[in-house]
């Protein structure tokens, strides 16, 4: 359950970093647009991590003796990705437009790296519906909060919370790797 919600954390970041960036470009956002944009990256935040489990399912039993080293290349993968994301730090061009159609496609674009977890989760065995179910609240509410400090400090915190997560998915990725290789 620890290990869920730090990577409900880590997974959260990029939602978190944009949400931030809203905060800060969008002065006069009102509690239920706030509450509405928390809810669309928890949503998909949520449902992404099914949809890479239900795919991973398919191929698990194939790479069972592999599949510590998929988890630790495509958790790695998405640290270093997110770590890249963070330093060129682009969100200000994101932001702009608060449309539903602009929100939901951030939401996916922001949620791809839970769908590829979610096919980790499916090598692990882990309780999916728990994981998911965790991984959209965790997500809810920090949007909620990234929007209010955004509001309140800017564009500051962008690229650091998405640093944040990229270094929290390449830890999680090594210490799975070692658990599974016998040295942890």
Same mark, same amino acid.
Request: hydrophobic share 55%.
């Given at each position: 359950?620890?290990?869920?919600? !730090?990577?409900?954390v880590?997974?959260?970041?990029?939602?978190?970093?944009v949400?931030?960036a809203?905060? $800060?470009?969008?002065?006069?956002?009102? +509690?239920?647009? !706030?509450l @509405?944009?928390?809810?669309? @990256?928890?949503f =998909?935040?949520?449902?992404?991590?099914?949809?890479?489990y @239900?795919?991973?399912?398919s =191929?698990? $039993?194939?790479?069972?003796?592999?599949?510590?080293?998929?988890?630790?290349? +495509?958790?790695?993968?998405l640290?270093?990705k997110?770590?890249?994301?963070?330093?060129?730090?682009e =969100?200000?061009?994101?932001? *702009?437009d608060?449309?539903?159609? &602009?929100l939901?496609?951030?939401?996916i674009? *922001?949620?791809?790296?839970?769908?590829a977890?979610?096919?980790? @989760?499916?090598?692990?065995? &882990?309780?999916?519906?728990? #994981?998911?179910?965790?991984i959209?609240?965790? *997500? =809810?509410? +920090?949007?909620? $909060? #990234?929007v209010?400090?955004?509001?309140?400090?800017?564009?500051?915190?962008e690229?650091?919370?998405e640093?944040?997560?990229?270094?929290?998915?390449?830890?999680?990725?090594?210490?799975i790797?070692?658990?599974?290789?016998?040295?942890?």
């Amino acid at each position: 359950m620890e290990m869920i919600l !730090i990577l409900a954390v880590a997974l959260a970041m990029d939602s978190v970093a944009v949400s931030i960036a809203m905060g $800060s470009k969008h002065q006069k956002l009102l +509690l239920p647009k !706030i509450l @509405f944009i928390a809810l669309v @990256f928890g949503f =998909f935040q949520g449902i992404m991590p099914l949809a890479g489990y @239900f795919i991973g399912i398919s =191929f698990s $039993s194939y790479v069972q003796a592999y599949d510590h080293w998929i988890a630790f290349i +495509l958790l790695v993968g998405l640290g270093g990705k997110m770590l890249y994301e963070a330093y060129k730090n682009e =969100f200000d061009e994101e932001v *702009t437009d608060l449309s539903n159609k &602009t929100l939901i496609t951030l939401a996916i674009a *922001t949620s791809i790296d839970a769908m590829a977890v979610g096919v980790t @989760f499916a090598f692990l065995q &882990t309780d999916i519906y728990t #994981a998911s179910g965790i991984i959209a609240a965790v *997500t =809810f509410i +920090l949007c909620l $909060s #990234a929007v209010y400090i955004g509001k309140k400090l800017g564009s500051l915190l962008e690229s650091k919370a998405e640093m944040l997560g990229g270094i929290i998915l390449i830890g999680l990725g090594c210490k799975i790797l070692l658990e599974h290789t016998g040295c942890l």
